[in-house]
């Protein structure tokens, strides 16, 4: 037994040597393939990682005190970063073009056309913030009637003055001018104006922006009356209905009608309206004097064209900025304005080959409403081109 029980301990010590012999083996083996392979790497040096921590965007929010923090993906800082050894560089690409190189905090993308103080606390600047926005194309010549118009608009307005006739110090006698903001440039239009001094980020505090003519009577109107009325009836584009004895009253759709508070359709002369959702049917006011809110604004601005200052056309077109605008564009007849037709910008042209001043100006008004025409009816096509969709077919489904 004693003989049995050496032979089978003798067998166990073999065994565990041998396995031990085989680990070892293996772990050299091991270590050798892994330095062979680790050799076949170029050198590396951990000095060039560069980790790329999450970058947190800080915006403003328009309620005082309140900042918003939204997270910015690495998509957002450009590769010129990511590959510069300095990481007190800053680009986020999600910034306003141009903008990049600053922190989001610092941004100041809006600004306002509130007068300032030159001197004490910036926060102290403003005893009131006006919550809307009037603007008037005017010459000297209408200084009684424009008096008259401003003094419908309550000190919730901004007046501002746009002066065709580059005299400003003339509207001195008025207590209100000495509020109200005056720009001058002779010979201009209220869209040459509006297309570069009333930019979106500009006016965006007011709720509501009123581009008027200066030829206005305005016996029966109130305008925070008016405010109250596009509010209830959620007009995004509006104007006031027009008196029946005004002079160029052309359109059913402006003329006032007695029996309502807002209107949003009528009925026109027999083939003018191919839908009676379209202008000028419906989704249609004049250019006299229109009434925007903020948001409309922002895009009837990009459809203003530059080089077209008469903004004859856009009219028709200010549907394509509100949806559904035969719901959100109507004319407000509880208060009514009467367009007066008095002779004032028109007179401002060249007389040339014998034609009167006010005859060239006409004449470029009817060739700008072709060129407006034609360029949104191209750009319509091309969008619909870009994107595979049969223009033709769409029209003749609608």
Same mark, same amino acid.
């Given at each position: 037994?004693d ?14 040597s041998?396995e031990?012999? =085989?680990l070892?083996?293996?772990i ?8 062979c392979?680790?050799a *076949?790497?170029p050198?590396? #040096? ?6 790329i #921590?999450p970058i947190d965007?800080?915006l ?5 005190g309140?900042l918003?923090?939204i997270?910015?993906?690495k998509s957002?800082?450009?590769?010129e970063?990511q ?9 986020v690409? *999600? ?5 990049e190189?600053l922190?989001?905090?610092i941004?100041?993308?809006?600004s306002? $056309?509130?007068p300032?103080?030159l001197?004490?606390k910036?926060?102290e600047?403003?005893t009131?913030?006006p919550?809307? $926005?009037?603007?008037f =194309?005017?010459g ?6 424009i008096?008259k118009?401003?003094k419908?608009?309550s000190?919730?307005?901004t007046i501002?003055?746009?002066?065709y006739?580059?005299?400003t =110090? ?12 005056h720009i001058s440039?002779a010979?201009?239009?209220? +869209?040459?104006y509006a297309?570069r001094? $009333? ?8 709720d509501?922006?009123f581009?008027?003519d200066?030829?206005?009577g ?6 925070e009356?008016?405010?109250? $009325?596009?509010?209830?009836?959620g007009l995004?584009i #509006?104007?006031p ?6 002079? /160029?009253?052309?359109w059913?759709m ?6 309502h508070?807002?209107?949003?359709? =009528?009925?026109?002369?027999?083939g003018?309206?191919s839908?009676?959702h379209?202008p000028?049917?419906?989704?249609f ?6 009434v925007? #809110?903020?948001?409309? +604004?922002?895009c009837?601005?990009h459809l ?7 903004g004859? /056309? ?9 949806e559904? !605008?035969?719901?959100?564009? /109507?004319?407000v007849? !509880?208060q +009514?304005?009467v ?7 028109g007179n ?5 080959n014998?034609?009167?001043p006010?005859?060239?100006v ?7 409403w072709?060129?407006?025409?034609d360029?949104?009816?191209d750009a ?6 870009s994107i595979?969709?049969?223009l033709?077919n769409?029209t003749t489904a609608h």
């Open positions: 037994m003989f049995e029980k050496s032979k089978r301990k003798r067998n166990s010590d073999r065994r565990k041998t031990c012999t =085989t070892i083996a293996t050299t083996v091991g270590i050798i393939f892994g330095f392979i680790g *076949s790497f050198a590396f #040096s951990p000095s060039k990682i560069k980790l #921590s965007t800080y403003w929010d328009k309620k005082p309140h918003n923090v997270s910015a993906s957002d800082v450009s590769k970063v590959n510069h050894d300095d990481p007190s560089k800053i680009w690409s *999600s910034n306003p073009r141009g903008a190189r922190p989001p905090a941004l100041a993308v809006e306002d $056309l509130y300032r103080r001197f004490g910036p926060s600047d403003l009131i913030e919550k809307y $926005l009037v603007t =194309t005017v000297q010549n209408q200084k009684p009637n008096d118009a401003v419908s608009f000190d919730n307005f501002l003055l746009f002066h006739d580059g005299k =110090t003339e509207w001195d006698e008025f207590e209100w001018s000495k509020r109200a903001i440039v010979k201009q239009t209220k +869209w040459w297309k001094f $009333l930019h979106p980020d500009i006016v965006a505090p007011y509501y922006i581009v008027w200066e030829d206005l305005v016996d029966h109107f109130n305008a009356e008016y405010i109250k $009325l596009v509010r209830k009836h995004e #509006s104007q209905g027009l008196d029946p004895s005004s002079r /160029g009253l052309t059913q402006t003329r006032r009608r007695g029996d508070e807002v209107h949003k359709e =009528t009925e026109e002369k027999p003018w309206c839908d009676p379209l000028p049917c419906a989704a006011i004049e250019i006299m004097a229109p925007f #809110s903020r948001d409309a +604004w922002r009837v601005w203003i064209q530059n080089d077209l200052v008469h004859w /056309g856009l009219d028709f077109a200010l549907k394509k900025c509100v559904p !605008a035969y719901e959100k564009i /109507g004319v007849d !509880a +009514w304005i367009h007066q037709g008095l002779p004032s910008l401002q042209g060249n007389g040339e014998g034609k009167q006010w005859q060239g006409r004449e470029r008004c009817q060739s700008e072709k060129m407006f025409q360029r949104v009816s319509d096509k091309d969008y619909y081109k595979g969709v049969d033709l769409i």
